[in-house]
């Protein structure tokens, strides 16, 4: 049992404290979704060997009772082993199965693009000692100057709202990705709009979006885990003329738009994929 309720987790943060790693933001959630305390170790990119006595360089990593567990899918993972009789965060193989495909895809419709526009900022905010590595490093993934990449960002910002449709269909039937209640995948997810907040200085999703619901509630858990003073707004983007429309207005698309329980439920839409006006009644 972990001592005094405690697990110890090691952070990878920025200069104002709030965590950059989607992976350890997604640990800090599995931490208190099995309703244990966080003992966190600050620090950034820079001495993770150091601090971990050469255990690990990379992050997250967490000390339970003096047991070392890295990766933060073999950490979820680990708690669910350990501590079967606390909330589940991975139910059944499946959902991590498919939180992955998930997660795959929105790194590739998110993470990607906002990285190039926030670029700057991420390096900007983190420790001073850190700014060298990620520049160095970050130039070399990119294969760019940082101030090149950034190029076209207000261009750029308006163009992945649409592109998370997928995300707002599935919540319109569901509270959280996990049904009812939040699991392993919302906090997976989750964790792209946390990073995003700790390094975007510009907003990238529109008030009203449908999104919106889900990340409030979903910052608020186990106390506004979320809710770092370090974090920006990711609300409040301001549309352009000619930008695209940022959500389906009118809710979900793809498939049925109501369940089917009869001729009645589907008559409308039927009416409508011919071109035909529904018979009233």
Request: aromatic share 10%; net charge negative.
């Amino acid at each position: 049992m972990a001592k005094d309720n405690k697990i110890t987790i090691y952070d990878l943060a920025l200069a104002s404290g709030a965590t950059i790693s989607p992976f350890v933001w997604a640990t800090k959630y599995a931490i208190a979704h099995k309703g244990f305390e966080l003992d966190i170790v600050p620090g950034g990119f820079s001495g993770i060997p150091e601090r971990t006595g050469g255990v690990t360089e990379r992050l997250p990593a967490i000390v339970d009772d003096g047991k070392w567990v890295l990766d933060s899918w073999l950490i979820a993972e680990y708690l669910d082993e350990t501590y079967p009789d606390r909330p589940t965060l991975i139910p059944h193989p499946s959902v991590k199965a498919l939180t992955q495909g998930m997660e795959a895809w929105l790194w590739g419709a998110a993470i990607s693009p906002w990285m190039t526009c926030f670029i700057k900022q991420y390096r900007d905010r983190s420790l001073e000692v850190d700014h060298e590595y990620v520049t160095t490093s970050r130039e070399r993934m990119f294969g760019r100057k940082i101030e090149d990449i950034i190029v076209g960002r207000e261009d750029r910002i308006p163009k992945v709202p649409p592109t998370l449709q997928l995300m707002r269909n599935v919540l319109a039937e569901n509270k959280w990705f996990g049904g009812d209640t939040p699991n392993y995948a919302d906090f997976r997810l989750l964790a792209v709009f946390l990073f995003t907040a700790s390094v975007a200085d510009l907003p990238v999703l529109t008030d009203d979006d449908p999104l919106r619901d889900w990340i409030d509630r979903g910052f608020d858990l186990y106390g506004g885990l979320g809710r770092h003073p370090g974090l920006s707004p990711i609300f409040g983007l301001q549309l352009k003329e000619g930008d695209p429309e940022p959500f389906v207005k009118g809710g979900a698309v793809g498939g049925l738009a109501t369940r089917n329980t009869g001729p009645k439920s589907t008559s409308a839409e039927t009416a409508r994929l011919k071109g035909e006006t529904a018979k009233a009644g």
